[in-house]
């Protein structure tokens, strides 16, 4: 028998056909392991099984079940923050009556969990508050579309309710009815356009804020 040995020169380009194949199949591994996880997130999220960081005053139960924060306080405030938009309804009328009483806001040391902290209530958390559906006792899921643009920075954009892809009215227990949070997001719409804010609004000398 006859031994065929190659020398260093010979081999590097089945050296490198080795190596690129085995790079090619660990990033198609990559990507159907990806391709999974994704399927089991919107899956979970088609149930409204998805654990989503929850805002100021819901917490999960132990059976990772969404539930009002049972801290009385905690309840209290968003109740108050709630009521107080009804009767004045703007969002900036409501932090500066709050702030009037002298009453501050609980809100989380990091985002969405962790220890509460107390502070005065600002206009973007009023705003966050407002926009949240999970107040109305709503699980959502897919309310912003997420994209790169040409010099790969990640860019995000609110898509309008109507294309949120996951929307399930009623999946816990809420601090105000489903109607009441349209009805606020159309009260904030308004508020927009009557200070030249939103696509096709006025000037504000032009809107209802004149009056």
Not at 32 to 59: C, D, H, S, T, Y
Not at 114 to 133: Q, S, V, Y
Request: glycine content about 10%.
């Amino acid at each position: 028998t006859e031994i065929y040995t190659l020398s260093l020169h010979d081999a590097l380009p089945i050296y490198r056909l080795l190596l690129g194949l085995k790079g090619t199949m660990s990033e198609a591994e990559l990507h159907f392991i990806r391709a999974r996880m994704r399927g089991g997130v919107l899956n979970k999220a088609q149930r409204g099984e998805l654990r989503l960081p929850l805002p100021v005053g819901f917490i999960y139960d132990d059976d990772q079940q969404v539930m009002l924060d049972p801290d009385r306080q905690v309840q209290q405030a968003v109740r108050h923050f709630f009521e107080t938009f009804q009767r004045t309804g703007a969002a900036t009328a409501t932090v500066r009556q709050i702030r009037r009483e002298g009453v501050l806001f609980p809100r989380h040391r990091v985002g969405g969990q962790g220890e509460l902290l107390w502070k005065p209530l600002t206009h973007g958390t009023a705003l966050h508050l407002l926009h949240n559906p999970r107040y109305a006792g709503a699980f959502y899921y897919g309310s912003t579309k997420c994209w790169k643009d040409i010099n790969g920075k990640v860019r995000r954009k609110m898509l309008p309710l109507a294309q949120w892809p996951f929307l399930i009215k009623d999946a816990h227990a809420g601090y105000l009815r489903w109607e009441d949070f349209l009805e606020n997001q159309e009260r904030l719409r308004d508020n927009a356009q009557a200070h030249g804010l939103h696509p096709g609004g006025h000037p504000a000398r032009e809107g209802s804020a004149l009056l």
